[in-house]
Structure formats: structure tokens, C-alpha cells
């Protein structure tokens, strides 16, 4: 951690010193906790799909337009400042392109390994929250969704960086067919927060839950947000029966599984070269029954 800090403070001013806590890391990059009651997010040059310059982009111009509707639920990451790196391979590790430094919310993230310990009706309950969380950050964000449509499609964007990655060609024909039906799709648009999973959710005792990881916040119409939701059961029923009920508006199963469609094209493409063949099989089988579902049949 010495030699992070060292490596980085020339870039990030005012960083205490360690030790920090690492909190979390994914494909893009690593969350530290600076024990001053801010975290530290560390953005990766390359990771997934697209840039990390692209994400420190609408990961930080998205925060700013969200800077003030801090409020209940969900509860929403504070910038306190950010930048980027003027030499993104001055590091010992992956190169870095940008920094965030965020305010700390109380919590840990909802991952799949914590569902599991949880009983049946906490589930459910968790869904609850989740779902109204939702509509809440959809209706306070309204007001700011005309300046997020710089940050573009979520889902039109996610459907272009997979398809840089899929080769076969009646894949990429029904994908062509899923954007056409995405940029013609009637209806109201919101502010997305653009890959809201469980891993983007933190819960804590007493407090409602918080989203965070806005890199790929955008704008489109509101079912973008459950594409990650595709699992039946009673916790993904609880997250659209809280959101229609605190929203007033039911949830276009068809925009959904749309939504789910894009998700699934994510997947294949990410995993495209890494893993057993059969797992290749079975993110391709996946798409395809996505794109049924959707409506786009071969």
C-alpha cells in the first residue's frame, strides 16, 4: 500500500497515509477505503468492455449532475473530487486512467454469497427495498435526466461494445434487429444508473440501501435498470412489485427482456475468450433464447 500511495499522491492531492483498506476490486479497477470517511476508486485503462476513460467520464459527470438529490433511499456516493493520471503506466500494476474520490456510505455490497444467509422472507424483504430504491432514485433524478442524455443509451452503448467482440454473423444480425427495436422504443426516458446488480448495492442495519458505480449511468426507459434482475424467483418479483407499486407504473415485460437480451450479449462477449468451450455454449444459448424472449427470433 506504501508504494501505491507513493505512486499516486504526485496525481491525488491531499492523501492520508495508509494503511488503507481494499474494499473491493473488479474488471475496471479498485475501491480503497482512505479511513477519513471517503474511498478512493482507482479506474483501469482497460478492463471489459469499452474504456476506462470512458468511465471515469460518465462515472464522474454523472455524480455531478446527482450532486444534491442525495437523500433517503437509495442513498447515493457523494464526488468529492476527481482526475486523471497523467501517466497511466507510472504504476506497478495495470495502467490506471483516472481517480474518484467519493464520499464512504455505511454498508457492504449485496453479492450472491450473502443472499445464500439470508432466510426466504429477508430475501424478499431486500427485494422490496431494492425495487422501491429504484423508483425513489428515478423520480428524484428526473429533474437532471435532460443534461444525463449526454452520457448516451446505456443499453444501445452495451449492445455496440459487445457486438466489437461477436463474430458470428446471425448473432450480429439479431443484435443489429435488438438496436433498431432499442433507438425506436416508445417510451419515457429516465436516468438510468446503467448496470445496477447486486455487487452495485450496499446494505447496512438500519439504513435504507445505497447504489453506487454510476460508470455507466445514461439515460433510456426504466426497465434498462432490472436487466441484471433476470433470475425468476420470489427476490426479483419483490424488486418489481415494490418499484410498480411506489412508481405507479407497471413494468413492460417486453422492454425487460430486452433488457435482458443486452445483459446476455455482454456476457458472451466478455467471456468470449476465457473458460471451458461449454461455457462459451452455454453464454451463446443464453443470447439466443434472450433475443426469443425479446421477440427476434433467427
Known amino acids: 500500500m ?9 496525481d491525488v492531492p491531499d ?9 473491493g476490486e473488479g474488471l475496471w479497477g ?3 477505503d482512505l479511513r477519513d470517511g471517503s474511498v478512493l476508486k482507482l479506474v483501469r485503462r482497460n478492463g471489459g468492455l469499452g474504456t476506462g476513460e470512458s468511465k471515469h467520464y460518465r462515472e464522474t459527470a454523472a455524480l455531478l449532475l446527482l450532486d444534491g438529490l442525495q437523500g433517503s433511499a437509495p442513498r447515493l456516493p457523494r464526488l468529492l473530487d476527481a482526475g486523471r493520471f497523467e501517466n497511466a503506466y507510472g504504476f506497478s500494476g495495470p495502467p490506471l486512467a483516472g481517480w474518484l474520490r467519493l464520499e464512504k456510505l455505511e454498508g457492504k455490497a449485496v ?7 439470508l432466510k426466504a422472507e429477508e430475501r424478499e424483504r431486500l427485494g422490496e427495498e431494492i425495487g422501491s430504491a429504484l423508483a425513489h432514485f428515478h423520480e428524484r433524478a428526473a429533474t437532471r435526466a435532460g443534461e444525463a442524455e449526454k452520457l448516451g443509451s446505456p443499453g444501445l452503448r452495451s449492445i455496440a461494445e459487445a457486438m466489437t467482440r461477436i463474430s458470428d454473423p446471425d448473432l450480429r444480425a439479431r443484435l443489429e434487429r435488438l438496436k433498431d427495436m432499442w433507438d425506436k422504443e416508445d417510451a419515457p ?5 446503467g448496470d445496477l446488480n447486486l455487487s452495485n448495492v450496499l446494505a447496512a442495519r438500519g439504513l435504507p440501501v445505497a447504489f453506487v458505480d454510476f460508470a455507466e449511468a445514461g439515460t433510456g426507459f426504466a426497465e434498462e435498470d432490472f436487466r441484471h434482475f433476470d433470475n425468476p424467483g420470489p427476490m426479483r418479483d419483490a424488486i418489481f412489485r415494490a418499484y410498480s407499486a411506489v412508481s405507479g407504473r ?3 415485460m417486453r422492454r425487460f427482456r430486452m433488457g435482458v437480451a ?3 450479449a455482454c456476457s458472451l462477449a466478455i467471456g468470449s475468450n476465457s473458460g471451458h468451450p461449454r461455457e462459451g455454449m452455454r453464454r451463446v444459448s443464453f443470447l439466443d433464447e ?9
Open 2 to 10: 506504501t508504494d501505491l500511495h507513493e505512486a499516486i499522491a504526485g
Open 15 to 23: 492523501l492520508p497515509a495508509g494503511p488503507w483498506v481494499l474494499l
Open 30 to 32: 479498485s475501491v480503497h
Open 111 to 117: 453479492d450472491e454469497g450473502r443472499l445464500y444467509a
Open 189 to 193: 426516458r429516465v436516468f438510468l444508473h
Open 250 to 252: 407497471a413494468i413492460d
Open 262 to 264: 443486452v445483459n446476455a
Open 290 to 298: 434472450a433475443l426469443r424472449q425479446a421477440g427476434i427470433e433467427d
